[in-house]
């Protein structure tokens, strides 16, 4: 059977932060700010795997009090939300993102994001697409005030009931 999930996550942009995107260190004036590393598109598609498996969200497997998860790296995080996933017998059909930044250009980075988050859920770098879009300088994306991402996953059980 298939399960779908989606995810949405926002993250301030600060000045004296690493701009972690998708995995990736991406060269930039600002970084996003968090308990973690704010990694906004890693988080958006952990939510969607947590969501299409039916287990709440991230804030509440890594609650953002907890000592253990500041500045954490949110590749491991991703990690363990996917074990969960396989652990119920799941694989990636797809999963399609789009971050939504208005600076820096993102294009770039985006061949690497999709190796990272394909070699992070276990599948070929073709079940995963990357976008980036800006909002034409309109509300806080625009205003360079912070980063959003989205991300919808489909996965794939091989056994029987939901
Ligand atoms: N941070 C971003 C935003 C957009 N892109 C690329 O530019 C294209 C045009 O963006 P619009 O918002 O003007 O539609 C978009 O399709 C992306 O390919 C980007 O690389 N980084
Ligand atoms: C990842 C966690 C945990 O470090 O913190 P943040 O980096 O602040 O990220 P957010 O997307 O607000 O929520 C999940 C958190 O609990």
């Known amino acids: 059977m298939y399960r779908i999930g989606q995810g949405f996550d926002v993250h301030r942009l600060a000045e004296g932060r690493k701009l972690i995107v998708g995995g990736v260190t991406i060269p930039h004036s600002h970084g996003l700010l968090g308990h973690s590393d704010a990694d906004v598109l890693l988080h958006a598609i952990a939510d969607a795997v947590l969501g299409a498996i039916g287990r709440g969200d991230i804030g509440i497997h890594f609650p953002d009090n907890d000592p253990k998860w500041k500045d954490a790296d949110s590749s491991r995080l991703l990690g363990q939300v996917w074990e969960m996933a396989k652990q119920e017998g799941y694989r990636l059909v797809n999963c399609d993102c789009t971050v939504i930044a208005q600076q820096p250009k993102l294009a770039p980075y985006i061949p690497e994001m999709k190796e990272r988050i394909a070699k992070l859920l276990e599948a070929e770098p073709d ?5 980036a879009t800006t909002t034409e300088r309109l509300g806080f ?8 991402a989205l991300a919808a996953v489909l996965l794939e059980n091989g056994g029987g009931s939901p």
């Open 127 to 131: 079940r995963v697409n990357v976008k």
């Open 141 to 148: 994306p625009g205003r360079e005030e912070g980063i959003a």
